[in-house]
């Protein structure tokens, strides 16, 4: 018997599948842009920074990149409250995702540190700067513009993986669809309208990216 599609039973459940979008946005908003700050300066640490700093970043880069998101999320939203640090499910899930995109987005920028002209170095001490403001004014830009593609990519993969905080109760977009799946019993419409959604959030999330890079770092015209 062929199965039958109907879309219609899914239209009562519009402002859940709104709110599942507006949360997953705001998880990644927010765990974004906390998350490349850590990895700012997670790559300073490893490629310019102290010693004995080094060691630390480097043994929490490999903890986080090799152990999965789930347990990472798990060990907070379970683990810290035994320690008495009491977390809401919304907390838990944006503090896991700063954790896990640090991690990656550490290794990411520290490669287009790596990738500057030992040039730029002298140029920023040349002018009198510390090491920090060397590393601000003078490295940091075209280190990340370097490596804005491969930020972007990640960001989107930390998105997609925010699918899993609906195992802690986060009304995400995940748990919006398996809530109403579990009320319609049509599982194929209410994953493939998630499945579109999440599409179409990957897109504007790139578009977004891809607009703030061009901000950020705008081409030089050429003079002729």
């Known amino acids: 018997m062929a199965y039958s599609f109907d879309f219609s039973s899914l239209a009562d459940y519009g402002p859940v599948l709104a709110k599942g979008v507006a949360i997953t946005v705001e998880l990644i908003v927010v765990g974004g842009a906390l998350g490349v700050g850590l990895g700012i300066a997670c790559a300073w640490a490893k490629a310019l920074g102290p010693r004995w700093l080094r060691p630390i970043v480097s043994a929490y880069v490999e903890l986080i990149r090799n152990t999965p998101f789930l347990i990472q999320l798990f060990f907070i939203f379970f683990g ?7 977390l809401t499910e919304m907390q838990a899930a944006i503090l896991a995702m700063v954790i896990n995109l640090g991690a990656y987005a550490c290794e990411i920028i520290r ?8 040039g730029q170095f002298e140029a920023g001490a040349s ?4 090491p920090i403001q060397t ?12 490596i804005w593609p491969a930020l972007t990519s990640q960001i989107v993969i930390v998105m997609f993986g ?3 905080c609906s195992q802690i109760s986060v009304e995400e977009l995940t ?16 994953y493939i309208v998630a499945t579109v959604l999440y ?7 790139r ?7 061009l901000f950020l770092f705008p081409r030089r015209r050429k003079t002729t």
């Open 80 to 86: 810290l409250p035994a320690i008495g640090v009491g």
């Open 111 to 118: 490669a287009g540190i790596e990738a500057t002209p030992r």
């Open 127 to 130: 002018l009198a700067m510390s």
């Open 135 to 146: 590393f601000r004014h003078v490295v940091l830009v075209p280190a990340l513009q370097k």
């Open 162 to 164: 925010s699918a899993v």
């Open 175 to 190: 748990f919006a669809a398996n809530f109403i799946q579990s009320r319609t019993f049509r599982a194929f419409e209410s």
């Open 199 to 205: 599409l179409l959030l990957a897109v504007l999330l």
């Open 207 to 213: 578009q977004v990216m891809r607009g703030l890079g």
